[in-house]
């Protein structure tokens, strides 16, 4: 699961938060803090990742915008490139779309 950004260099680990308990073998249940109460609060352990301490790390928290149902709506902003391909018997138009939450890449 992908927290916040979609993107393909996205981070994929937020936190760090504390694990409270151990739940089966391979299984733990974190604090974790109101905005993500929407989450489930048990992980798999192969999820996790050690935290190294560095007192010159400062964490900066990014809240998030997950609504209930675990996912965000994407909406188009501009057509970049309209194309027609020619197949045998008919043609098929293909769309270039700039989304919202995705920058323009380089072709």
Known sequence: MRFGK???LAPRYIGPFEILEKVGAVG????LPPSLSEVHN???VMMLRKYHSDPLHVL???PLELKTYMSFEE???Q???PRVK???NK????VKVLWQYHGLEKM
């Open 6 to 8: 979609k993107r393909k």
């Open 42 to 44: 048990i992980f798999h």
């Open 86 to 88: 020619q197949l045998r």
């Open 91 to 94: 043609n098929i138009t293909l």
């Open 79 to 81: 057509i970049l490139d």
């Open 60 to 62: 900066q928290f990014e």
């Open 75 to 77: 909406t188009p902003v």
């Open 28 to 31: 733990y249940r974190l604090a």
